[in-house]
């Protein structure tokens, strides 16, 4: 019998396809990260919907319906009432175009990311600003495209350390924001790249998760 993604529907055709590279998974290697833990219902839809708008040349709007009748057929995600599984989905006819638009390549299309750094307040314009020259933030006709938060970052530097702000041995408070922004397979190094450039610690914080194909 043919296996698939519980999560996504992605056929799962040769090992490097299963998270993990575990062929016993339920799940392909978009959607779960090699322990077998599953992405959130809000990561993996996003990544559908990025990935129907590529694949099949479909605006937002129809991805999202479509995303949400391919999801809620899925044995995952039965019972899950997660707010962005509600709402209007694709009819018979929009559902079956899509599909036959991207069947043959099904995910076998540029990976998606979503990069998070911390930066101080100082310089968290500087460093968005480099991040989506480098080419983060691209979501359809937009560029520049993220999201900010503000908190307060801790750290002690220690011996050896060269810290932009603070001493060596004294324990720092600093405001700074998170910024998320999405990056294509492409992009991801040389956005990363740029955003080192553009930060002022000498070792950034930052994360990279992988959302699946867009």
């Known amino acids: 019998m043919e296996k698939y993604c519980h999560a996504c529907g992605m056929p799962l055709e040769k090992k490097e ?7 016993q998974s339920d799940f ?4 779960a990260d090699e322990n ?6 809000e990561e993996i839809f996003e990544g559908g919907v990025q990935f129907f708008m590529g694949a099949a040349g479909a605006d937002r ?3 999202e319906r479509v995303t949400r009748k391919n999801m809620k057929k899925l044995p995952y995600w039965q019972g899950n009432e997660n707010a962005v599984l509600q709402g209007d989905e694709a009819t018979d006819v929009e559902f079956a175009e899509a599909m036959g638009k991207t069947v043959k390549n099904f995910f076998l299309v540029m990976k998606s990311f979503k990069l998070v750094v911390f930066a101080p307040i100082t310089h968290a314009d500087a460093v968005r600003e480099a991040m ?18 503000r908190g307060t970052g801790r750290f002690l530097p220690g011996e050896g350390a060269n810290p932009t702000i603070g001493e060596v041995g004294k324990p720092e408070e600093v405001e700074e ?5 999405l990056c294509d ?10 955003m080192k450039a553009a930060h002022p610690y000498e070792e ?4 990279v998760y992988l959302l699946g194909a867009r």
């Open 17 to 23: 396809d299963f998270a993990g590279n575990n062929e």
């Open 28 to 31: 392909c290697v978009h959607c």
């Open 36 to 41: 077998g833990n599953v992405h959130t219902c």
């Open 61 to 63: 709007a129809l991805a």
């Open 132 to 149: 989506g020259q480098a080419g983060a933030g691209k979501i359809g006709n937009y560029t520049h495209c993220s999201f900010s938060s």
């Open 177 to 181: 924001e998170r910024i998320e922004v």
């Open 185 to 194: 397979e492409e992009s991801i190094d040389a956005v990363i790249s740029a």
């Open 204 to 207: 950034v914080a930052y994360d």
